[in-house]
């Protein structure tokens, strides 16, 4: 069990965390989500006594973790994959860090067969890829057979057995009552893995609650619409009528039309009404990664602008759609089965090379996944 | 998908599975793990090999060229351990960087934070990087002397040398420690700067500074007893006092040698004790 009280970290005038305060319990996956710079690593390096908290304070197992008798014993972390000398072999560096607490040597061998690194045991680190790097960082970890464990972004670099991999030794970590948190930015990953989620942006608490919860609380569902041509007309005199009938509507990049507040049924009836074919009538259900965007958007640190390519492109302004005046839909990920976008979306050559520069960047900016 | 069919039975076996303990029950550690584990990190980079490697070869290599160029008669006046002494003026410099790369390299690399996390009783660990370093660095300085002034000895036996007593072999287990002291230096400068770059301008500095600003300060008349202080209080001057150089250049120094043996020795023992004590706070406290 890991509990911080008030804890508070401050760099010069900048603030890393503010007034933090949450327990991370035994028997579940935790997850510790936020965007670069919130404070993450800074919180996990705080839990673990390499930084000082300026105030405020967090607790192992009820003690400071300083104060631990026999600290890799009851605490594991991977803070960095690359954090280990890279001319010493994979095995030595292991075992120096077993010597540390007088752990066997033995134990270095079945970690290092836990994570699989048996062959690259005689191997010095520096070779090592990124994955190979977190895969020692785990047994690292693991050396002490520790009750709570920390894992700042434990899959960066991992091949897609590796992600798995880390998936199901996480959830079964937890599943033998160990306290296991876990940070990552791989919304997809932390759905699947994470049983409760610790939401932090700009270092302050944003969400502490169930991965079930925290998706109902901070998303909505709704219903992808694609009517049937591909002209803009049956568009826009379908999301007229969706209006009309009380719907929320925005308009996708690719064409297609976002409605809430209508169920399902009464859009197809709708368009059967109006005499209108659809191409597609979806329903979605959001994902983490929309529910975290949406909770984190006021507190992303660094934002990206869109490049503007001055000078090197002649531009070709977007058009919007002349009944939407609001910000474009956010990008959500297309999931299931959807109508591949209509030629003509994509400037009437989407499968064709284009002739010139001009002509491509014209049509990325129609294309939902060269924006994203 | 497979996530969403393992929730439910997460949830409902977690809170029914007793918290995780080590199934045996664990001593707090104590100074010899620490031990053992530096000697490992120590012995596996190649770096150590390198420096250690060099000190020896250097310390050896001039010895012997020396030994080749005298007689007998020249070891009249001077120790046999006298040939080790061109070396280790330079094999110091080798011994100076591996002790600032014993702390510094697990900076670089970040394997520093590792460490802590395993053992965050962070003096337990300096404690032993200093044991393990200064032991080291001392046997191989001692070691490398030994070969040279026994080779001395076996070489130039004759008539000539005189007579020689095992004092001698005394001043160059001292010059051997101030060396070792020297490498202590140079890991406690690492642990305070953190930079291996930085760490070994500092120590190139404090042994081949005092000379030339001695001499800048003997210039002036109202700094010329503090530069004739600086010139016979450095490194390379107790060095070489140590190791029974006569000292031939001032005709007022010669009475003054054995009792500057002790001073210059006290006071590297002070820079470096007054160095360590601040590393022990400094890296106590700091956010690494």
């Known amino acids: 069990m890991i509990e911080a009280v008030g804890l508070t970290k401050r760099f010069g005038a900048k603030t890393a965390v503010d007034q933090l305060s949450f327990q991370v319990r035994p028997g579940h996956v935790t997850g510790f989500l936020g965007p670069n710079g919130s404070g993450k690593s800074t919180t996990m390096r705080m839990i673990l006594g390499l930084d000082r908290p300026t105030a405020g304070h967090v607790t192992i197992n009820g003690h400071a973790f300083r104060e631990l008798p026999n600290a890799q014993r009851h605490v594991g972390a991977l803070l960095d994959a690359k954090a280990m000398h890279g001319g010493r072999r994979a095995r030595t560096h292991l075992l120096s860090i077993a010597q540390l607490s007088g752990i066997p040597e033995k134990r270095v061998d079945e970690v290092l067969a836990v994570v699989g690194l048996q062959d690259a045991a005689r191997q010095r680190t520096k070779g090592f890829s990124l994955g190979m790097g977190q895969r020692l960082g785990i047994a690292t970890a693991l050396l002490g057979d520790p009750q709570v464990l920390l894992f700042d972004e434990p899959v960066n670099g991992l091949d897609p057995e590796g992600i798995l991999w880390v998936r199901n030794l996480m959830r079964r970590l937890a599943a033998e009552g160990r306290t296991v948190f876990v940070s990552s930015h791989l919304m997809s990953e932390m759905a699947v893995t994470a049983d409760h989620l610790i939401v932090i942006g700009r270092g302050r608490l944003l969400a502490d609650m169930s991965t079930q919860e925290f998706i109902t609380h901070n998303s909505a569902g709704f219903a992808r619409v694609r009517v049937a041509g591909t002209g803009p007309d049956g568009r826009d005199a379908f999301a007229e009528i969706l209006r009309k009938d009380g719907a929320r509507v925005l308009q996708e990049p690719d064409g297609a039309l976002r409605v809430t507040g209508l169920e399902l049924p009464r859009i197809s009836d709708l368009a059967h009404e109006g005499g209108l074919r659809l191409w597609e009538l979806s329903p979605h259900r959001a994902s983490l990664e929309e529910a975290y965007m949406r909770m984190t958007r006021s507190s992303v640190e660094y934002t990206s602008t869109d490049d503007p390519r001055a000078q090197l492109w002649e531009t070709d302004p977007l058009a919007l759609p002349q009944w939407e005046e609001g910000p474009a839909a956010p990008e959500v990920p297309q999931t299931g089965f959807f109508a591949p976008p209509p030629p003509a979306a994509t400037g009437g050559s989407g499968f064709l090379m284009p002739s010139e520069p001009g002509e491509l960047a014209a049509s990325a900016q129609n294309n939902p996944e060269a924006s994203r | ?288």
């Open chain 2, 1 to 288: 998908m497979t996530g969403a069919q393992t929730d439910p039975s997460t949830h409902s076996s977690a809170p029914a599975a007793a918290a995780y303990g080590p199934p045996v029950e664990s001593r707090r550690p104590h100074l010899g793990h620490a031990l053992a584990s530096e000697w490992t990190k120590l012995v596996s980079v190649r770096s150590t090999l390198w420096t250690l490697g060099s000190l020896v070869v250097v310390v050896v290599g001039i010895g012997m060229i020396f030994i080749a160029q005298t007689s007998s008669g020249d070891y009249a006046n001077i120790p046999f351990t006298t040939p080790a002494l061109f070396g280790m003026l330079v094999g110091q410099l080798a011994v100076m960087v591996l002790g600032v790369l014993t702390i510094t390299s697990e900076h670089g690399t970040g394997l520093v934070r590792t460490t802590f996390t395993a053992a965050p009783d962070r003096h337990r660990v300096l404690t032993a990087k200093y044991l393990v370093f200064g032991l080291v660095a001392f046997l191989t300085s001692a070691g490398s002397v030994f070969v040279v002034g026994t080779a001395a000895a076996i070489a130039h036996n004759g008539a000539g040398a005189g007579s020689h007593s095992t004092g001698e072999w005394a001043g160059a287990l001292e010059g051997s420690f101030y060396v070792t002291l020297l490498g202590l230096l140079a890991l406690a400068v690492g642990a305070l700067v953190r930079h291996s770059a930085g760490a070994i301008a500092v120590m190139i500095g404090v042994v081949t500074l005092p000379p030339v600003a001695g001499a800048m300060l003997s210039i002036w008349e109202a700094s010329a007893p503090l530069g004739r202080l600086v010139l016979q209080h450095n490194a390379p001057v107790a060095l070489m006092q140590l190791f029974g150089m006569p000292s031939g250049t001032s005709p007022s120094g010669s009475p003054q040698t054995m009792p500057a043996d002790l001073t210059q020795m006290a006071l590297m023992l002070l820079v470096t004790g007054a160095a360590m004590a601040a590393s022990y706070v400094v890296v106590g406290r700091r956010d690494v």
